[in-house]
């Protein structure tokens, strides 16, 4: 099983050196934290939220974190102090004081990751430019997307190492530039007692310990709010891209696709053009019209034709049982405001990340194909645009007129609402 340490510092990239943009020196933020991760076989709910304090200046980080692992909810409240190296940790009263190897690391994308990737997300005067960097290594890869100034937005990990493979996603909320009271860094009076011990090369904090930290302020949490109606675009397409992994009899795989999206709920169709990688598995090429009118999806996998029953078209609005969340993506004038809509829907877990105008950024999706195969896909919506450019992009595929209907088949995809 993956340490909680992994899970509250998300230290999954190492970084010896980054110069393809480095986070300014000092930031707060908070931050949503959904995934899973695969235990004895079967994937388990990770859900949080954090808070961070970050001085590359001082050398410090502060973190406040909740995380709740399926049934187990851990509350911690840690100290890095990189000039006094120490690191003080406390949970439930206890301290737990150790001492800091190694100097403090700059926040920056790693100098491995891949070119920098313009995209936007939201519309009209309601969006914000942001740059995608994605970092693989073997049997894991991290989408980490940065605003303005290299500030973070989101990142997405997805790993298959070790014995507890995991998918985390992560949403950075209310970023604020500076430190508004450097008491944040005050040693916690639980810990002015406590002897220190050594910390391994192996629990240094590492990139994403910085860039990506998390932290919980208990005292700022804000109460449960009602979710604003929130209902998507009728029309509208969107380059979009999705990381995941799947869980096949025990074993997980990670997934990759690009694609682009059209929605028209006028028509009561939604089509989609992919491009998917999945671990031990050729590439494939797909092409699929979801007809909710005529109750058919069209799948052409690689030449080859599938049809499967569909049920009614879903509703385009945020179900008024949705647990919700505000937040604010971006920092100072590049900002973009929106929500966080959670429920679920026909046995899936959703949570839709989306503009105050309801336009889409992200999707989490969390549920099961029959009894051996469990899925956790994250998709992003970028550079959307109203309304559909060619309707052509709905007709039924000609190789699957005449293809028979597979009343068997269950399809592990369920587009945005």
């Known amino acids: 099983m993956i340490t909680l340490s992994l899970i509250c510092f998300t230290g999954f990239i190492t970084l010896s050196s980054g110069s393809k943009c480095c986070s300014p020196p000092q930031w707060e933020r908070t931050e949503y934290i959904t995934g899973t991760e695969v235990v004895s076989g079967k994937m388990s709910p990770i859900q949080g939220e954090a808070r961070t304090s970050y001085d590359e200046n001082n050398g410090k980080i502060v973190s406040e974190y909740t995380i709740t692992r399926g049934q187990k909810k851990t509350t911690e409240h840690v100290l890095m102090d990189y000039p006094g190296k120490m690191k003080y940790s406390v949970s439930g009263g206890v301290c737990k004081k150790s001492t800091l190897t190694g100097p403090f690391t700059k926040a920056c994308i790693p100098d491995n990751a891949t070119p920098p990737l313009p995209m936007y997300f939201g519309i009209g005067d309601h969006k914000i430019n942001v740059t995608n960097y994605v970092v693989v290594s073997p049997g894991?890869?991290?989408s980490l997307l940065v605003s303005d100034n290299c500030v973070p937005f989101s990142n997405t990990t997805v790993s298959k190492q070790g014995e507890t493979p995991f998918v985390l996603s992560f949403g950075y909320n209310g970023t604020t530039i500076g430190i508004k009271d450097s008491s944040v860094f005050n040693i916690p009076p639980a810990?002015?007692?406590?002897?220190?011990?050594?910390?391994?090369?192996?629990?240094?904090?590492?990139?994403?310990?910085?860039l990506f930290g998390m932290r919980e302020q208990i005292r700022d949490k804000p109460k449960p709010r009602a979710a604003p109606k929130c209902c998507i675009p009728k029309?509208?397409?969107?380059?979009?891209?999705?990381?995941g992994l799947v869980e096949v009899n025990g074993k997980a795989m990670q997934q990759g696709t690009s694609m682009t999206i059209s929605y028209d709920a006028m028509l009561e169709k939604v089509a989609t053009t992919s491009q998917t990688s999945i671990d031990g598995y050729?590439?494939?090429?797909?092409v699929q019209l979801k007809d909710y009118k005529a109750k058919i999806q069209y799948t052409l996998r690689n030449g080859v034709c599938q049809k499967i029953p569909l049920n009614s078209f879903p509703d385009p609005c945020m179900p008024d049982d949705a647990t919700y969340k505000p937040m604010v993506l971006g920092s100072g004038a590049n900002t973009l405001k929106g929500g966080i809509y959670s429920y679920v829907y026909e046995g899936i877990n959703m949570t839709l990340f989306m503009t105050e105008d309801c336009i889409p950024i992200s999707e989490m999706l969390n549920g099961d194909v029959g009894p051996n195969v469990e899925y956790w896909y994250s998709l992003g919506y970028s550079a959307i645009s109203l309304g559909i450019k060619d309707p052509s992009v709905f007709n039924v595929p000609a190789a699957c007129k005449g293809a028979a209907m597979?009343?068997?088949?269950?399809e592990p995809f369920v587009s945005i609402r």
């Open 191 to 210: 810990c002015q007692q406590e002897n220190a011990d050594k910390v391994t090369d192996r629990e240094r904090p590492m990139f994403m310990t910085k």
């Open 235 to 243: 029309q509208f397409q969107s380059p979009g891209g999705m990381i």
């Open 140 to 142: 894991r890869i991290s």
């Open 282 to 286: 050729p590439p494939t090429t797909e």
């Open 406 to 410: 597979d009343v068997s088949h269950e």
